[in-house]
T-cell receptor, first 115, second 111 residues
Framework: KAGVTQTPRYLIKTRGQQVTLSCSPI?????VSWYQQTPGQGLQFLFE???????NKGNFPGRFSGRQFSNSRSEMNVSTLELGDSALYLC??????????????FGPGTRLLVL | DAKTTQPPSMDCAEGRAANLPCNHS???????VYWYRQIHSQGPQYIIH?????ETNEMASLIITEDRKSSTLILPHATLRDTAVYYC????????????WGAGTKLIIKP
């Protein structure tokens, strides 16, 4: 079974631009979570989507948004990019079955550099 | 804030067992202990998780103390490819599935 895939893998943007990152979960997984990883703050939760609805949200400004499609694929968008948004953005999926549905499996990440 | 405490770094000789400790003294009865590792800037890799009983899979063993306030991840025969940052995380059985990450333990396997 293929793992979580994320595109693009690397991205360079300039301040003020916006960016959209994509995540395809493991086949059959219905929940997608997004995390940001920076050297200073470590891994931080952004939000989780299930059945096209945001179920949980971390402490990030409204410039960070996401959505999920009916096929469970998800995108996250960052508007008005700032230098501090440079990070590794990670997507994780889980099955959401009652038993064994809790484990999240991560993709390789998208490395975003804001200049 | 993360609910776990781990040593910032550890060394282990190749071929020996690597034992990584984790303290989670405030864990509640409905929380799992999860272990992930991250090899240099790749996505975190799931290793193992447990609730009360010790667990073993093809990658590692997880030993949870009887009072559940601490656990140890055991890599039985460490290889150079096991060099990574290892994260111990607690999260509830149901409800909020977000993972709250600490700084983890940087494990270096030496030849």
């Amino acid at each position: 079974k293929a793992g979580v895939t994320q595109t693009p893998r690397y991205l360079i943007k300039t301040r003020g631009q916006q960016v959209t990152l994509s995540c395809s979960p493991i086949s059959g997984h219905r929940s997608v979570s997004w995390y940001q990883q920076t050297p200073g703050q470590g891994l931080q939760f952004l939000f989780e989507y299930f059945s096209e609805t945001q179920r949980n949200k971390g402490n990030f400004p409204g410039r960070f948004s996401g959505r999920q499609f009916s096929n469970s694929r998800s995108e996250m968008n960052v508007s008005t990019l700032e230098l501090g948004d440079s990070a590794l953005y990670l997507c994780a999926s889980r099955p959401t079955q009652i038993r064994g549905g809790e484990t999240q499996y991560f993709g390789p990440g998208t490395r975003l550099l804001v200049l | 804030d993360a609910k776990t405490t781990q040593p910032p770094s550890m060394d282990c000789a190749e071929g020996r067992a690597a034992n990584l400790p984790c303290n989670h003294s405030t864990i509640s009865g409905n929380e799992y202990v999860y272990w992930y590792r991250q090899i240099h800037s790749q996505g975190p890799q799931y290793i193992i998780h447990g609730l009360k009983n010790n667990e073993t899979n093809e990658m590692a063993s997880l030993i949870i103390t009887e009072d559940r306030k601490s656990s140890t991840l055991i890599l039985p025969h460490a290889t150079l490819r096991d060099t990574a940052v290892y994260y111990c995380i607690v999260r509830p059985l149901v409800g909020n599935y977000q993972l709250i990450w600490g700084a983890g333990t940087k494990l270096i396997i030496k030849p």
